[in-house]
């Protein structure tokens, strides 16, 4: 009888319908697949039964995140000879149970039921997230920022570094992330025009960074609301060391609440993602409402591509578990549309999509240079999912599966008068 990397090999190959680009370890020690290709290291026959009772991306998922599978060698390499055939098959794709109508594959899979032991559903790791129904209530809402959020300051300090800035960094050749996030945080603060006096809202203010460098560095009132208690204390620590406390509030707070405007200015960086299509609109004339006349609003926003058919589009499962539960990506064409049916003037959108594929990769050294301690701080479970979740993102913006974009929108007066300036590649 063939060892348990080759059946398993077989078994895979026959289920999508194409050679296996990776080498295989099994339980037992075999071998299998081409020597120099990064390996898939399949601990135990657990791995297999989480699959099987959850075919597709989620069993995948839970066989990773509870360490049953694992990856030697490059890691990013590996994600990308697998991402086509698990995570990005497309609309056309050969689905599991398009297979499974094969003679063939089903008898393959007999083969893997033997080989995968008790025919026992083990229960998902810890980490998971129960299915939701992406209701988008301010509870809901406030559960999913608290799962993504509440891990641990000390756990996001080890992956961000010293700025303690969760989006997308703006590079330059032979930068820090340090100075990157800076520059990000200073090119926000050039897009709104931000003077003294002035009353800046920055929604899903985060650890206080945005607050901070703006209250400092241009000299504006800042409020900045959050939906984590843990990222509030922090954050408000950060303000009374900077001695900004006369300058910067920061609030545990729904958007949807804020009553105190109008503001000068509102930033929204990497927050929308949270919001959801149904709410998105809501989301959208919420924040131009809190506006005065001639206010700016910077929308800093990941958008994935559109498909043919948008109503066929389903939440990532893996990220939905795991990651950011009710998080919904749309098209940046959907975006604008909708900022512009709140009444907003869409004055500039430029893609930084590239600074968030080296963003997410300098995340990963910083996570696995302390891979010991990050464990430690979080769990086993929580790391190797930031793991997975950050390199196979990095590959998704390289490849332009994902982009993030930076939507720059006025509340343009009666009088049309929009008070950017002719050309407003000015920041730049």
Same mark, same amino acid.
């Given at each position: ?9 077989? #078994?895979?190959?026959? +289920? ?29 026959? !657990?791995?297999? &039964? &989480? ?10 998922? &839970? ?16 994600? /990308?000879?697998?991402?086509?055939? *698990? ?41 998971? #997230? ?22 641990? @300051? ?44 002035? !009353? ?18 241009? %000299?504006?009132? +800042? +409020?900045? +609301? ?20 006369? &300058?910067?509030? *920061? !609030? ?24 959801? /299509? ?54 940046? %064409? ?31 050294? @910083?996570?696995? /240079? ?29 490849? @332009?599966?994902?982009?993030? @974009? ?23």
């Amino acid at each position: 009888m063939a060892d348990a990397a080759s059946r398993l090999r077989s #078994v895979a190959e026959q +289920v999508l319908g194409v050679p296996l680009p990776v080498r295989l370890r099994a339980w037992d020690g075999s071998q299998a697949g081409p020597p120099d290709a990064p390996t898939i290291v399949v601990r135990n026959r !657990r791995a297999l &039964r &989480r699959i099987l009772f959850k075919p597709g991306e989620l069993g995948v998922a &839970r066989a990773w995140v509870a360490g049953d599978l694992d990856i030697e060698g490059d890691l990013y390499g590996a994600l /990308a000879a697998m991402s086509g055939l *698990i995570w990005e098959r497309g609309e056309d794709g050969r689905t599991v149970l398009q297979a499974l109508r094969d003679p063939t594959v089903r008898a393959g899979v007999g083969e893997l039921l033997k080989l995968a032991g008790p025919p026992v559903p083990p229960a998902p790791p810890r980490e998971e #997230v129960r299915r939701r129904s992406h209701l988008h209530t301010r509870r809901s809402d406030k559960q999913a920022i608290s799962h993504h959020y509440d891990v641990g @300051n000390d756990f996001y300090e080890l992956v961000l570094g010293p700025s303690m800035v969760y989006s997308c960094a703006y590079w330059e050749d032979g930068g820090s992330l340090q100075t990157a996030q800076r520059d990000k945080l200073e090119l926000v603060c050039a897009k709104l025009g931000l003077t003294p006096g002035q !009353r800046l809202l920055d929604v899903g203010c985060g650890w206080g960074s945005m607050a901070i460098h703006a209250a400092r560095e241009h %000299g504006v009132s +800042v +409020v900045g +609301v959050t939906l984590s208690q843990e990222q509030a204390t922090y954050a408000r620590k950060r303000v009374a060391d900077e001695g900004l406390t006369d &300058r910067v509030e *920061i !609030r545990v707070q729904d958007y949807r609440d804020v009553r105190d405007g109008p503001y000068d200015a509102i930033s929204s960086i990497g927050m929308a993602e949270h919001v959801g /299509a149904d709410r998105y609109l809501e989301y959208a004339r919420e924040l131009y409402g809190l506006l005065k006349p001639g206010g700016r609003l910077l929308n800093h926003q990941i958008a994935r591509r559109p498909q043919h058919d948008e109503s066929a589009y389903n939440v990532d499962e893996f990220i939905d578990a795991y990651v950011f539960p009710d998080g919904e990506l749309a098209p940046i %064409g959907t975006t604008v549309t909708q900022l512009e049916r709140a009444g907003f003037e869409v004055r500039d959108v430029e893609s930084i999509r590239e600074h968030y594929a080296r963003t997410l990769r300098q995340w990963v050294v @910083n996570l696995e /240079a302390e891979w010991p301690r990050a464990m430690r701080l979080t769990s086993p479970g929580r790391a190797r999912v930031w793991r997975l979740y950050m390199a196979a993102s990095a590959l998704a913006f390289e490849h @332009n599966r994902i982009g993030v @974009n930076q939507v720059l929108a006025v509340r343009t007066p009666e009088s049309g008068a929009s008070g950017l300036p002719l050309r407003t590649r000015t920041w730049n």
